[in-house]
């Protein structure tokens, strides 16, 4: 019984972490909330197909920055897909990191893309092992 409350403790600290570093908004919170008895792993089933159609999305980004001239309006429109998404589960840091960008399309900056970009799949990166890590700590129920 210690042991499964000492879990609990450590697995809520884990998640509160997440928020005081900046990595996750209430949206997550939102999510959790719609998790019940019926569907346990809603939260990492959703998480999941996030990351697995966004990793789609930012290879196609990738090719689209190595392109010259770079398509502008087709970068903004990739990116707002993934922001989408990246919104949908409170991810944070790289909401913004996405608003970033965009704005830098709209500018024509491509430097500005570039090196946002960069961030952006730094900070996804963090998130998706901090939020494995979490889930993979997680009690079925918990």
Do not use: W
Not at 38 to 55: G, K, Q
Not at 122 to 142: I, V
């Amino acid at each position: 019984m210690e042991r499964n409350q000492q879990l609990r403790r450590q697995l809520a600290s884990m998640r509160q972490s997440l928020f005081d570093q900046g990595h996750l908004d209430e949206q997550f919170i939102l999510l959790e909330e719609l998790q019940d008895d019926a569907n346990p792993n809603f939260v990492e089933e959703v998480v999941t197909l996030h990351y697995r159609d966004s990793a789609r999305l930012i290879t196609t980004i990738e090719r689209a920055l190595e392109k010259s001239p770079l398509d502008f309006n087709k970068l903004d429109g990739y990116m707002h897909q993934f922001k989408g998404s990246s919104t949908s589960i409170g991810a944070k840091k790289v909401k913004a990191e996405s608003t970033q960008f965009r704005e830098y399309c709209e500018a024509g900056n491509g430097e500005g893309c570039m090196k946002t970009f960069q961030l952006l799949k730094r900070d996804y990166a963090t998130l998706r092992r901090k939020l494995e890590a979490y889930f993979q700590q997680a009690l079925p129920g918990a």
